[in-house]
């Protein structure tokens, strides 16, 4: 038998206010009301239509009231997938999900006049003719890696499918089994490998490849070995790789290139005792390796790009393919990428200029001073629903840049008695600006690693809130 719908709930349906009602009563409130908003508050009319039609029989309905308070809040905030400012408290200093790289105001500020005036993006000034485009960002390139030159397109996927398109087509490339990576966005080396024309030989095996297995692969098709950096996992156990230096002297010996895909690369030696060991690109480009490519917007701290750097011979031929026009960089980029290069000429003052820089080379003290602020704005909601202590913890430098560092971190854990953290991660997300945080164990984690000194008042005022208080 059919379950009949009780008559008080097609009372209410029947009382819903109209549209024109709705924006009549925004207007009156204010509020952004009509065809901007008209999205958002359909949205709400039929999530609230719904929710009407699935409550129980005995359940309390909320009526028209409760319909239009629901409507005034949805448009008195931008719709959640507006870009807008997020605190990152997960403690992943290069978030992919949240804009992976955060650029400092000494940084954007120095570049900013230039966005609202024309500029020499491809114009010779001494020839007054056209030039080469990108300013120094080449010149740049190589002065910070010690190779021969540099260039950028859009990204490291575009770097890698140029490399290889324009160097590689109908040619073999020589990748190792274990480092066929899939890099988030559906990057696959193999795809891309295909995409470019380039064949692909694989060596070796997942958790070994030997320096011999290339040499046995090498053909008179062979045109260069490439190493991917497994960025978003890590190998470990009865492992073996080849390194950079012996594919070099390799890869001499048989007339071919070495090609480093690092993913992630830095300019900087970092003194965080987890990123103590990671090789520069300048180290890379030491080692042997021909061409390196690598993103902006990873551990570099810059804006969106594939950065190459290498043998001149080899980065002309790229610049020279028609890829190279499609995936070039705009000039609002450029500007903001040479001034993040320029900052790297003067690496003691790095932490002021890079933000990257800065979070990952936080110490305990700078996230202790950090903690102890939120401590006290947090002491009025104390005892007030929530409970929270300060911990010690590890936070990640960034899954799909740098999977295996992780560093010593200091959170504050968050609880609600008798609830999940699921619940308390989703109130702190809808809270403005949302709080995006990390779980463990039921509790919600606020890590001090990506936290910015300006985020914790907003932070404690969201706690607060939530407490009441
Ligand atoms: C991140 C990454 C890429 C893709 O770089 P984007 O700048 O995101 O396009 C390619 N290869 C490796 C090894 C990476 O880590």
Known sequence: MKASTPTDVQTLLRDLPSISEVDRHLEAKGLPSGKPVRARVNQVLEAFRAALLAAPRDAAL?????????????????????????????????????????????????????????????????????????????ELLATLSGAEAGLVVNNNAAAVLLLLSALAAGREVIVSRGELVEIGGSFRVPDIMRQSGARLVEVGTTNRTRLADYAEAITADSVALLKVH????????????????????????????????LGSGTFYRFSQPALRNLPTVAQEIEAGADVVAFSGDKLLGSVQAGIVVGRAALLDRMRRHPLFRSLR????????LEHSLLAYLEMERLRETNAVVDLLERTPGDMEWLAGRLLDALKPAEGRGLSWEVVRDQSLAGGGAVPEVRMDTLCLALQRPGRDGEALAADLRAGEPPIVARLQEGRVLLDFRTLFAHDIEDVAEAIRALCGA
Do not use: C, M
């Not at 960089?329 to 903001?336: A, F």
């Open 62 to 138: 909320p009526g028209r009231e409760a319909l239009l308070r629901e409507i005034e809040a949805a448009v008195s905030r931008p719709p959640p997938n507006q870009l807008r400012r997020v605190i990152n408290a997960t403690g992943v200093v290069v978030h992919t999900n949240l804009g992976r790289a955060v650029l400092t105001p000494a940084l954007t500020q120095a570049a900013q006049a230039l966005q609202h005036a024309y500029i020499n993006l491809e114009f010779d000034l001494e020839a007054g003719k056209r030039g080469e485009r990108g300013g120094r960002v080449p």
């Open 329 to 336: 960089v705009d000039r609002v980029r450029l500007v903001l």
């Open 230 to 261: 497994r960025s978003n996992f890590t190998l470990t156990g009865f492992t073996e790789e080849a390194t950079v230096p012996e594919l070099a002297a390799l890869a001499r010996e048989r007339g071919l290139t070495v090609w480093h895909d």
